[in-house]
């Protein structure tokens, strides 16, 4: 594996409004993930996981550092580094299941016609094994299919990267589990690099071969551990249980 993503030495400070002060939220942040690379951020509420998230994406600028992708610095969003929220309502909410992946396609121009990007957004769709509601609204779905959709739709966008923003952080602890396993087998079929960020120590451990934990006020890398327990995890055997104590200490 080669080094990808390099988040090099970021700084950001958001305008207190009560006291009219800047409070650093992110300070030296620096960490790289290879190529294919499922890496996590690991951090107690508040310690600035999402803002991290979104100067990977592109969508707010660190104060200080950069965020190079293949050695190229990244100036502003691009399709090629897609987010996934935890926020239920990320789908167009107008646009049946099925178009919402279509529009993906159509986004990134791929397919020739709606009727060959239709047979492709089914297959993303099967492969996110959501049952036959492709033609339902948002509205119409569970929490759970509502995260199989949007991951249907970042799959069929072909994003080089996938930055997850706790997708699963809602859900119940049955659906989430189910979905942390069909993520690592699409991850592992695709071979795409994913930075996902949660505060859940075990869901770190079940997903990541890489984890930076974090630290807050203000958020910082406390360590940054290796998880090389063989897959598929088994969350109760005793080397996953041993990392969870270590982890849980730091
Ligand atoms: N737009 C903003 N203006 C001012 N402060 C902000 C803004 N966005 C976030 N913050 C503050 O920055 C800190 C980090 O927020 P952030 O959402 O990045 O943390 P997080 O680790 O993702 O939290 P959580 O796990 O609860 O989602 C928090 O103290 C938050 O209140």
Same mark, same amino acid.
């Given at each position: ?21 800047? #409070?650093?939220? $992110?300070?030296? &942040? ?5 190529? /294919? +690379?499922?890496? *996590? !951020? ?6 600035? #996981?999402?803002? $991290?998230?979104? &100067? ?5 600028? /660190? +104060?200080?550092? *950069? !965020? ?183």
């Amino acid at each position: 594996m080669t080094e990808y993503l390099h988040l090099k030495n970021i700084y950001k400070s958001y305008q207190n409004e009560k006291e009219n002060e800047k #409070k650093f939220v $992110l300070e030296n &942040i620096d960490f790289t993930i290879d190529r /294919a +690379e499922f890496a *996590a !951020v690991l951090g107690p509420s508040g310690c600035g #996981k999402t803002t $991290l998230l979104k &100067i990977a994406a592109g969508f707010m600028e /660190a +104060e200080q550092g *950069a !965020v190079y992708l293949a050695g190229e610095k990244i100036s502003g969003p691009s399709v090629d580094r897609i987010m996934v929220f935890q926020e239920f309502r990320q789908l167009f909410p107008w646009k049946t299941v099925l178009d919402n992946v279509v529009f993906a396609l159509q986004a990134k121009d791929i397919g020739n016609n709606y009727a060959e990007r239709k047979r492709m957004a089914c297959s993303y769709l099967k492969k996110v094994e959501l049952p036959d509601v492709f033609n339902y609204y948002p509205y119409q779905l569970s929490g759970g299919m509502k995260q199989r959709a949007a991951l249907a739709r970042t799959l069929a966008a072909d994003p080089e990267i996938m930055l997850m923003d706790e997708p699963f952080g809602s859900l119940d602890s049955q659906t989430r589990s189910n979905l942390q396993n069909l993520l690592i087998d699409i991850w592992q079929e695709a071979g795409k690099t994913i930075l996902f960020v949660t505060h859940d120590i075990e869901e770190a451990l079940v997903l990541a071969d890489k984890i930076i934990l974090m630290e807050s006020n203000p958020g910082r890398i406390k360590k940054i551990i290796n998880n090389n327990l063989d897959r598929p995890r088994d969350r109760v055997s005793t080397e996953f249980v041993r990392l969870y104590k270590i982890i849980a200490a730091v």
